[in-house]
């Protein structure tokens, strides 16, 4: 069965980090859009960053970049999310998800695309 679990969330003070991790189990992660999105109170989800595990290609959104930083790390089937800096503007859900089409991975594409989905970890930026 296809699962992806997000975890790694938290309370952390503004200009503190985070690494969330997004673990697949029943699939590797070869040849997927991997997709980190985030939803805050009140708001629509919005991606936030993502990688094509096919062709190596980076997507972040702008009110990330230079902040945030997405990696894969094949041995654990897993892909990770370090937040730097965090503001108490990038409180939310995070939600990882996935999607065998890797081109996925652009910002003109909406969460609604992805396939597959991680359960969500709530991270709170605040004083």
């Known amino acids: 069965q296809l699962q992806l679990v997000a975890s790694g969330g938290g309370l952390v003070q503004p200009g503190g980090s985070l690494r969330l991790s997004c673990a697949a189990s029943?699939?590797?992660?070869?040849?997927?859009?991997i997709g980190w999105f985030r939803q805050a109170p009140g708001k629509e989800r919005e991606g936030v960053s993502c990688?094509?595990?096919?062709?190596?290609?980076?997507h972040y959104t702008d009110s990330v970049k230079g902040r945030f930083i997405i990696s894969r790390d094949n041995a654990k089937n897993a892909v990770y999310l370090q937040m730097n800096s965090l503001k108490p503007e990038d409180t939310g859900v995070y939600y990882c998800?996935?999607?065998?089409?890797?081109?996925?991975?652009?910002?003109?594409?909406?969460?609604?695309?992805?396939?597959?989905w991680g359960q969500g970890t709530q991270v709170t930026v605040s004083s």
């Open positions: 998800a996935a999607d065998p089409r890797y081109y996925y991975c652009s910002g003109s594409v909406g969460w609604t695309e992805y396939d597959y």
């Open positions: 029943g699939f590797t992660l070869d040849y997927y859009a």
């Open positions: 990688i094509s595990t096919t062709d190596g290609r980076i």
